[in-house]
């Protein structure tokens, strides 16, 4: 199915007021939206090519990210914590769940902005 210049719903779980920041994805149905909404919540979601998923990580920024295949996705940017503390982190997709990882010290602020994947073993 061509899905050149088709239109897709925003996801049904992000609010009326939710932008998408980020998009990756290796085909027509295999698509990742990451954004936010005001309120500053964060949402990663996924498109099958029939409907959204929501396969958000809490409190995660994505600043960049970049979908190799199916099942190998990269994403980076902020990690928002509850004490305030913002930590940069990278997070990383393997098909079925996002394993995140934080950056630097509990109090920096190192906030990557890109991510560059030249394979899945070489980030």
Known sequence: MDTAGRHLAQPAAAPDDASTDVLTGTAPDDVWALGR?????FG?????????ADRSVPRFEVLAAR????TDVWAVGNYRESNGD???????WNGSAWTLTKLGAPDAWTNPKAVHVVS???V
Request: proline fraction near 4%.
């Open 37 to 41: 909404n005001v309120r500053g919540d």
């Open 44 to 52: 990663q979601h996924h498109w099958n090519g029939s409907r959204w």
């Open 67 to 70: 979908a190799v295949s199916r």
């Open 86 to 92: 913002v930590p940069g982190a990278v997070a990383h």
């Open 120 to 122: 899945d073993d070489d």
